[in-house]
């Protein structure tokens, strides 16, 4: 995750401030997921007292006005404040005896809506990862055994045959391309009325040539 961010952010020639920016985010990176690996993310944090969550959040702003400032000894006090702003969230969970995160089971799938797709084993395991990983945005959790109800409705279970005879198939979205053409055709005809249109068909004598190549 960090490094993913550090390479995006990368430009060159390389700015001297944003190459220790990085730098210092990336510790405070690590230091963060050390945390939630263990109590979950966002979790403690609303868990602590009023004062311990000021304290906690004025040294996030410290880093913005350092680099704000472009101040590279500030921005490195308030990033390794920051780090140390973690450990203590993960010192007064140990002091309290607070659950740490249990093994979830799951799957995570980022959408093209940005929105998080989550599959679960269970029931328990939607409610630990509801509990334990607060993460911002949008997102839906489904357990299998709700998925078995998508997949069993009418379309989805000719879906499934189709992926049962052909393991390879692949499901992808299909945007509709404008409009028929029989939209814009006008509709003159009034089937509440006898037509009084010419004849077009010959229906008796497609008829007895149809018994003729019979016999």
């Not at 985010?25 to 993310?41: N, S, T």
Request: with cysteine.
């Amino acid at each position: 995750m960090a490094s993913k961010k550090l390479l995006e952010t990368d430009v060159y020639p390389s700015d001297p401030f944003q190459v220790w920016n990085q730098a210092l985010a990336i510790e405070v990176e690590l230091a963060k997921l050390e945390h939630e690996r263990v109590y979950g993310i966002d979790r403690v944090i609303g868990l602590v007292d009023a004062e311990f969550r000021r304290k906690f959040n004025a040294q996030r702003e410290r880093i913005a006005e350092a680099v704000q400032a472009q101040d590279e000894e500030r921005l490195e006090r308030a990033s390794r404040g920051l780090v140390a702003a973690y450990r203590a969230l993960t010192k007064w969970a140990e002091g309290v005896g607070l659950q740490k995160m249990p093994e979830i089971d799951c799957m995570e799938h980022r959408m093209q809506d940005g929105s998080l797709l989550v599959v679960v084993r269970d029931r328990t395991m939607a409610t630990w990862y509801e509990q334990f990983r607060k993460e911002p945005g949008a997102r839906s959790i489904w357990t299998l055994a709700e998925l078995e109800v998508v997949m069993t409705g009418p379309t989805l279970t000719q879906v499934r045959g189709i992926k049962a005879a052909i393991p390879s198939a692949t499901m992808v979205p299909v945007t509709p391309q404008g409009s028929s053409g029989f939209e814009e055709m006008a509709n003159d005809i009034d089937i509440s009325k006898p037509f009084k249109g010419g004849k077009m068909f010959d229906t008796k004598t497609a008829e007895r040539a149809k018994n003729e190549r019979r016999t």
